[in-house]
């Protein structure tokens, strides 16, 4: 299905992306006026707070609700900032437009359930409003252009995604690994769809928000979407990936925003491309020289020799044919696995003579 875009219509300075900025969740009045205020003086147009906040487990802060609707409502009144929130259920939908929100968000848990997704779309139907869909948490594409044709399919032309990272079962740097090559696809998939992205989800780290900002703008994404809050060490959800106003005008002020250029864009996204698969690669490579050191201590401890040039041999024609079968040359194959090989062996020493 071809998605039938409008113009988001977002308030930007010119040569600069969109950025939306504001704390994880709306806790208080004061503390959404201070950070708002503060936001507003450093020319931010757009202020986000959740006000419904899934947890992972019960127990936890999750949100406000309504009752917090009011203190955005008076933000837009007072600082003349456009103002955001996510909603999940047709609840919030009613909710959040009753208070005059001018951007809905739907969340990474929701537009991974197809069921959700719809009765956002149904509650929408008729209202002419930017929705940015987060992507699903699972890397899964097609879920999360599914959930951009739902919406469409009700008459919403003002789509936008929010890039948040993926989750994943082993946690490495990132709080939700990026999988760059995901959102890469989604724009070539859809040429017109603004890519906004989150790096407070995928870092989860205030130090990580920097680098990642200006990843996304070597990508030429559209904008950013920042959790910003007054006082974020005291903040009550997500405190570690938060940033005060000041240090978010710091980070934006260094931020290299690059050129549109067709040719250079190009080459760069197939780069971007090519440094995912690297990592892959240095992420398996890592993982199989862990298992031969697990071998070398089994040789150890059943008194084993390290070479077994019979399994050499096998890996090697097994490698060659499999190269044939992926259009790669057989020698060049060959060669990668007798350096693999060859660190196999020196790992497993290391670990016999100890």
Not at 3 to 20: F, M, Q, R, S, T
Not at 290 to 301: H, P, S, W
Request: charged fraction near 25%.
């Amino acid at each position: 299905m071809e998605l039938e875009l409008a113009d988001l219509n977002l308030p930007c300075d010119k040569g600069h992306p969109v950025i939306i900025a504001g704390p994880c969740s709306a806790e208080t009045e004061a503390q959404v006026m201070s950070t708002a205020s503060h936001l507003a003086a450093k020319g931010c147009h757009i202020f986000r707070a959740g006000v419904w906040k899934p947890r992972t487990k019960p127990g936890g802060f999750e949100g406000n609700g309504e009752i917090a609707l009011p203190w955005l409502r008076r933000v837009k009144e007072e600082t003349g900032m456009m103002i955001s929130t996510e909603v999940a259920t047709p609840e919030h939908v009613e909710a959040a437009l009753k208070y005059g929100m001018d951007i809905l968000w739907v969340g990474a848990r929701t537009s991974a359930n197809p069921f959700a997704v719809q009765a956002l779309a149904d509650a929408l139907q008729g209202v002419d409003i930017p929705v940015l869909v987060k992507n699903p948490v699972n890397p899964d594409l097609e879920l999360w252009i599914g959930a951009l044709e739902r919406l469409n399919q009700v008459g919403l032309k003002r789509l936008g995604v929010i890039h948040r990272g993926f989750s994943s079962y082993e946690k490495k740097i990132y709080r939700n690994a990026p999988m760059w090559q995901i959102p890469i696809e989604l724009r070539r998939r859809i040429p017109g769809l603004p890519i906004i992205c989150d790096p407070s989800h995928i870092g989860g780290r205030r130090d990580l928000i920097a680098p990642l900002c200006q990843q996304a703008m070597d990508l030429g994404f559209d904008g950013l979407i920042v959790e910003s809050h007054c006082r974020p060490e005291k903040a009550w959800s997500d405190a570690e990936q938060q940033v005060t106003p000041d240090s978010l005008d710091d980070i934006l002020s260094r931020l290299v925003v690059r050129n549109h250029d067709s040719i250079t864009e190009d080459l760069r996204i197939l780069r971007t491309q090519i440094d995912e698969i690297d990592n892959s690669l240095m992420e398996l490579l890592s993982k199989r020289f862990l298992i031969c050191r697990e071998i070398g201590a089994f040789k150890k401890q059943n008194n084993i020799t390290i070479l077994q040039s019979g399994r050499y041999s096998e890996i090697l024609d097994k490698c060659e044919a499999q190269a044939g079968l992926c259009g790669m040359d057989a020698n060049f194959a060959a060669q990668i696995f007798e350096l693999i090989h060859e660190e196999s062996v020196r790992q497993q020493l290391e670990i016999v003579n100890k």
